[in-house]
């Protein structure tokens, strides 16, 4: 089992980046697939991104292909969400999450939520 810390969410303009960081506590962390999903004020949880064990395979909501990229660390049990070109659409709060499956992240009740770090973008 793992424990999930979310960091690097702030106000940033339009057309900025940021860089998500989540901290993964527990020494199995190479045993689970890592994601992203974020929930704007008002909407439902929204699937954003997610890695495979190993960082080698990853797959993207339509919405952020192009401008986000998800990584991993496994050497400092880190996963990371680099977001690029932001829109004022983007402004949520975002979840990193763990699962030992890398299927059905859109459908399924996952395994482990950190506690989320907002993300602004002003206009």
């Known amino acids: 089992q793992v424990q999930l810390v979310e960091s690097g969410g702030g106000l940033v303009q339009a057309g900025g980046s940021l860089r998500l960081s989540c901290a993964a506590s527990?020494?199995?962390?190479?045993?689970?697939?890592m994601g992203w999903f974020r929930q704007a004020p008002g909407k439902e949880r929204e699937f954003v991104a997610r890695?495979?064990?190993?960082?080698?395979?990853?797959d993207y909501a339509d919405s952020v292909k192009g401008r986000f990229t998800i990584s991993r660390d496994n050497a400092k049990n880190t996963v990371y969400l680099q977001m690029n070109s932001l829109k004022p659409e983007d402004t949520a709060v975002y979840y990193c999450?763990?699962?030992?499956?890398?299927?059905?992240?859109?459908?399924?009740?996952?395994?482990?939520w950190g506690q989320g770090t907002l993300v602004t973008v002003s206009s």
């Open positions: 527990g020494r199995t962390f190479r045993q689970y697939a």
């Open positions: 890695s495979d064990w190993s960082g080698g395979s990853a």
């Open positions: 999450a763990a699962d030992r499956s890398m299927t059905a992240w859109r459908y399924r009740n996952l395994e482990v």
